[in-house]
């Protein structure tokens, strides 16, 4: 069976210092991969997704990266973090194929201080 | 551009009472729904979800929704809450290339 793996849970950095989340799954093999953010008492917005290695695309413009290195390897990061990148930070994957809605993982909890 | 409005924030309900979480949906095509549900501090699980045929669908923990095109709505029920359904709802539209589209979210809470 498929899974997803998602860490750390939580993370707490200072301002200007860097970020880098990672997330694999497994059991399946050229998923889709997403990376959302979760603001407190906000809604989940898409900030990128990934159809295959090296394939990026971002949907908000901002101070934070993605890469995908290896298949069912999706990583987000940061060079500076702000203030304002704090948040609740969701991986999640589907099938390549058909709209089967997403697998999430369990979240990063990330306290910009 | 798609979007997806859950018009209540909070929801409280009494234990055994019958539930129904509002969605409204705005896509130009046949949309793909979802309802999730997400405890606090976890990701989100996946409840049900629609691509066509019966309108009503089940999902797990005993919910249901009913898609209604006329009304643009997905309309998460259960007749009889627990006090474990206690967790916020995201309803979500699949748009083109597999992007979900979530709303807000609402939150439930379950009264003795």
């Known amino acids: 069976s498929q899974t997803i793996h998602q860490w750390p849970a939580t993370l707490v950095q200072p301002v200007g210092s860097p970020l880098s989340l990672e997330c694999t799954v497994e059991?399946?093999?050229?998923?889709?991969l997403y990376w959302y953010r979760q603001a407190a008492g906000r809604g989940l917005q898409l900030l990128f997704y990934s159809v295959g290695i090296g394939q990026i695309s971002s949907e908000v413009p901002q101070n934070l990266s993605a890469s995908r290195p290896q298949d069912r390897q999706f990583i987000l990061s940061s060079k500076k973090l702000l203030l304002s990148d704090s948040g609740f930070y969701l991986c999640?994957?589907?099938?390549?194929?058909?709209?089967?809605?997403?697998?999430f993982g369990s979240g990063t909890r990330l306290t910009v201080v | 551009a798609q979007s997806v409005t859950q018009p209540d924030i909070h929801i409280t309900v009494s234990e055994g009472a019958s539930l129904e979480l509002r969605c409204n949906y705005s896509y130009g095509a046949t949309p793909y729904l979802f309802w999730y549900v997400q405890s606090p501090g976890q990701g989100l699980q996946l409840l049900l979800k629609y691509f066509s045929g019966d309108t009503l669908v089940q999902g797990i923990k005993g919910f249901e929704a009913e898609f209604k095109r006329s009304q643009s709505s997905f309309n998460l029920r259960k007749p009889s809450v627990h006090w474990s359904d206690a967790a916020e709802y995201f309803c979500?539209?699949?748009?083109?290339?597999?992007?979900?589209?979530f709303g807000t979210g609402t939150r439930l809470l379950v009264s003795p």
């Open positions: 979500a539209v699949g748009t083109g290339f597999q992007k979900l589209v």
């Open positions: 059991g399946t093999s050229n998923p889709n």
């Open positions: 999640a994957w589907s099938p390549g194929q058909g709209d089967n809605g997403y697998t």
